[in-house]
Every structure is written in structure tokens, then in C-alpha cells.
């Protein structure tokens, strides 16, 4: 099999901190990962795409100072939402991507909620 | 850019009906098309995807068909059960399996009864 885990499944913030959401391939590495985000009843929307060892690649309108993205090893990479506002409350979802198979394994979405 | 629409939830049916879930899509080239499935509490899995105009991919009593001349990709079952409820999300990707990033539609909401 292929797992990904996140952690946490829920954070709740107060506005203007900072949240890391950590996403780890369980039984086989990664080289590319990807972090989307969800809204209410909307598409998931691919945020960007996380190199091992190198600099993330950002969607068009994603703020790479907003949304710090850190690869540093083949199993995991992290998400940092920075200075939290709620209009960045959502569903934030991550992917791994299997080599061998050329494949993309999900994790279970982490739910943030910002005060 | 790029764009798949499916249609909107949620879709009840009766155990052992037949069920359809449309997706079209807009996207320059030949992407490869994908249906995703979401169980409750659970991650994304790949349930069905093809290549290439005309493929079929198929799992678990699942089909869908790629068809390029009406840019569809419609999910259909010819009998669902309880089981199969979940949140269905159509794809689409420019690399073949999937090894870029997703653009997805908005999920479709199944619910079955028995």
C-alpha cells in the first residue's frame, strides 16, 4: 500500500499566529509532494507543489510568503500558514507521489479554523 | 486554464440502482482524466482513470468512458450499494498518471439507501 498521513486533523488558531501542517508519506518515499486546499462545496485547488530539497512551486495567486512549504526529507513535507487571518479557514490537503507508479496517494485533509 | 465540471450533490439513490455522475471537462491537449473517491474520515483514492480518447477505465464496478468529441468522463455503476457511499470527485492531469498536480471538480455527494 501507499499511506499518507497529516497531522494535525484539526488545528484551531487565533488570528495572526502561525500553523505548520505536516504531511508524511508512511511506507515509501517522496519526492514530489502537493498541497491543495479546499472550500465549502468548491474543488480541491492545487496550492503547490513541494521538491525534496528544493523550492516549492507556487499556483498562480498563492502567496508563497503566506504559505510556507518545506520539503527537507523523503518522507515529509510541511506546510506553515504564516500570520493566520479566518479567511484562510479551510480544508488543506496533501499528496504524495509514488514513484515507481506514478501515482498521487492523499492524506486525510487537516481542517483549520481561524478566530 | 484548465477546468472540470461534475454535477452537484447529493445523489440519493436506492441499494442496486444504477447510477450516472456526469463530468466534462475544458483543457488544452489530451489530459488524462481521473475519478477520485473519498470515504468518510478517510483520504482521496484513485478509483478509475484513462489516458487516451476512447480508453475505459474501470474498478470495482465502476466504469467511465474518455470521450474526447464531448469532453466527458461520466462515472456510471450498474448497481450501487450501501456501501458505495462517498464523495466522487472527477480529475484531470496533463501528465499521465497523474504525477502532476490534480485540477479537480467540485465532488458529488452519493448517498445510497437500502
Known amino acids: ?13 487565533k488570528s495572526g499566529t502561525s500553523v505548520k501542517i505536516e504531511c508524511r508519506s508512511l511506507d515509501f518515499q ?3 509532494m502537493f498541497w491543495y486546499r479546499q472550500f465549502p462545496k468548491k474543488s480541491l485547488m492545487l496550492m503547490a507543489t513541494s521538491n525534496e530539497g ?7 495567486g498563492v502567496e508563497k510568503d503566506k504559505f510556507l512549504i518545506n520539503h527537507a526529507s523523503l518522507t515529509l513535507s ?3 500558514v504564516t500570520s493566520a487571518h479566518p479567511e484562510d479557514s479551510s480544508f488543506y490537503i496533501c499528496s504524495a507521489r509514488k514513484g515507481e507508479k506514478n501515482e498521487q496517494f492523499f492524506g486525510p485533509g487537516t481542517r483549520l479554523t481561524v478566530l | ?11 440519493t439513490l436506492s441499494e442496486e440502482a444504477f447510477l450516472t455522475i456526469n463530468c ?9 482524466l481521473f475519478w477520485y473517491v473519498q470515504y468518510p474520515g478517510e483520504g482521496l483514492q484513485l478509483l478509475l482513470k484513462a489516458t487516451k ?28 450499494q450501501v456501501s458505495d457511499s462517498a464523495v466522487y470527485f472527477c480529475a484531470l492531469s496533463h501528465s499521465g498518471g497523474g504525477a502532476d498536480g490534480l485540477t479537480f471538480g467540485k465532488g458529488t455527494h452519493l448517498i445510497i439507501q437500502p
Request: charged share 20%; aromatic share 8%.
Open chain 1, 78 to 80: 510541511t506546510l506553515t
Open chain 2, 53 to 80: 480518447a476512447d480508453d475505459k477505465g474501470s474498478n470495482k464496478g465502476f466504469e467511465a468512458t474518455y470521450r474526447k468529441e464531448t469532453t466527458s468522463f461520466h462515472l456510471e455503476k450498474g448497481s450501487v
Open chain 2, 24 to 32: 466534462t471537462y475544458t483543457a488544452t491537449g489530451y489530459p488524462s
Open chain 1, 30 to 32: 517522496a519526492t514530489t
Open chain 1, 1 to 13: 500500500g501507499a499511506v499518507v498521513s497529516q497531522h494535525p486533523s484539526r488545528v484551531i488558531c
Open chain 1, 54 to 60: 528544493s523550492k516549492a512551486t507556487y499556483e498562480q
Open chain 2, 1 to 11: 486554464g484548465d477546468s472540470v465540471t461534475q454535477m452537484e450533490g447529493p445523489v
